[in-house]
Nanobody, 129 residues
Framework: QVQLVESGGGLVQAGGSLRLSCAASGRTFSTFAVGWFHQAPGKEREFVAGINWSGGSTYYADSVKGRFTISRDNAKNTVYLQMNSLKPEDTAVYYC??????????????????????WGQGTQVTVSS
């Protein structure tokens, strides 16, 4: 089992920044890939960014490329999502999720919610115009 807890959400004006954290406990977190997803009211949960077990590979949705940065510190069992130049359309609940990475690496990094086994409770991000 892996337990995930997100923090760092809040209310920010358009153009501002937030840094989300995803703290993990339980099994060896450094063997898990992590994804950040967001879900706006009435919409499906969408992939935002992902990072492999070592932090050597990162992946982003087109809508956040150049604005968001995902990173991880395995010594602290924590994954971060730095969000800059925030837009009102970024408003959503943000979730982190973990997937046991296969030996070697993924052929295709998982970007669908049902590919992840462990989820946090989410943190609200609200961007005002």
């Amino acid at each position: 089992q892996v337990q995930l807890v997100e923090s760092g959400g809040g209310l920010v004006q358009a153009g501002g920044s937030l840094r989300l954290s995803c703290a993990a406990s339980g099994r060896t977190f450094s063997t898990f890939a992590v994804g950040w997803f967001h879900q706006a009211p009435g919409k499906e949960r969408e992939f935002v960014a992902g990072i492999n077990w070592s932090g050597g590979s990162t992946y982003y949705a087109d809508s956040v490329k150049g604005r968001f940065t995902i990173s991880r510190d395995n010594a602290k069992n924590t994954v971060y999502l730095q969000m800059n130049s925030l837009k009102p359309e970024d408003t959503a609940v943000y979730y982190c999720a973990a997937d046991q990475q296969p030996v070697g690496d993924y052929d295709v990094f998982p970007t669908q919610a049902d590919e992840y086994d462990y989820w946090g409770q989410g943190t609200q991000v609200t961007v005002s115009s």
